[in-house]
């Protein structure tokens, strides 16, 4: 385990690194007017993050907490949909190309539409955040519930197991990993989502503070890129959290498993 962190520690310092010089740089170097609004320096953005630590997290808690309530909505009418389009053809022909028409559709532009219909901004992030994580997840776990191997329906078949018996004791097992894949591409981009919500005139939430130090400008860019740190940092806890539910759940994927001791 420590060995599979010493590469992520190293990237991550030598991407620090080279942000905090190309700050000093464009500072001191090539003189960039504004240059701290372009590329600030990390320690600043750290300390900013630090002073206002309870501010952020109290924001970005109403940003994820909306996003997580989303997702699960999102991912729940996915997996239903997956397993009815996987049971008859004649529902995947009549849902499947309207779901991937809806995803034709910019989130940019929707984003608006839904909140000036439901002007809540609560329920508007739920609705963009499940509208995101609903297709992924649908397509992956049609894709997971259509993997089984024939050889294995066979022999259920042959024992006369009744259809909820081969759902439950085979395509289910079989379609984790690809239901998990989707989940893992949905998660950042709920976030992502109700963040995009909160820039069309929310109350609460990290993209609110986000649009409001961007309005103020460089007096409040470290407060800007703190925000910004904080949106991805709940995009990447998102997916974790998701793989560490996929690690419980699904433990027999070679990737969970040690290899030649390896801790």
């Known amino acids: 385990m420590r060995n599979r962190f010493v590469p992520v520690l190293v990237w991550i ?81 009549l849902t499947f190309p309207y779901a991937v028409a809806s995803q034709m559709i910019p989130i940019l532009g929707l984003a608006p539409i839904i909140y000036g219909i439901v002007r809540d901004e609560y329920i508007s992030r739920i609705i963009i955040s499940g509208y995101i994580t609903f297709f992924p997840v649908a397509l992956n776990m049609l894709r997971g519930l259509r993997s089984v191997e024939p050889s294995a329906l066979e022999l259920m078949y ?40 909160e820039l069309m005139g929310a109350q609460h939430g990290i993209g609110v503070i986000m649009l409001r130090n961007l309005y103020y400008g460089p007096s409040h860019v470290y407060m800007f890129w703190s925000t910004v740190v904080v949106g991805a940092l709940l995009g990447i806890l998102s997916y974790w959290v998701i793989s560490l539910i996929e690690r419980i759940i699904a433990p027999w994927q070679p990737e969970f498993r040690t290899r030649g001791g390896e801790q």
């Open 13 to 93: 310092v030598a991407i620090l690194v080279v942000w905090e010089a190309g700050s000093w740089a464009l500072l001191n170097l090539a003189q960039v007017p504004l240059a701290q609004s372009k590329l600030p320096y990390v320690h600043a953005i750290l300390t900013t993050s630090v002073q206002y630590s309870g501010t952020l997290l109290k924001e970005g808690s109403a940003t994820f907490g909306n996003a997580a309530i989303g997702f699960v909505i999102g991912a729940a009418a996915g997996v239903l949909l997956a397993i009815l389009m996987s049971v008859s053809r004649w529902i995947e022909r």
């Open 158 to 197: 042959s024992y006369a197991a009744k259809p909820w018996s081969i759902y439950w004791k085979l395509r289910f097992p079989a379609a984790l990993p690809s239901l998990f894949s989707g989940l893992k591409i949905a998660a950042p981009l709920a976030v992502t989502g109700a963040i995009l919500v």
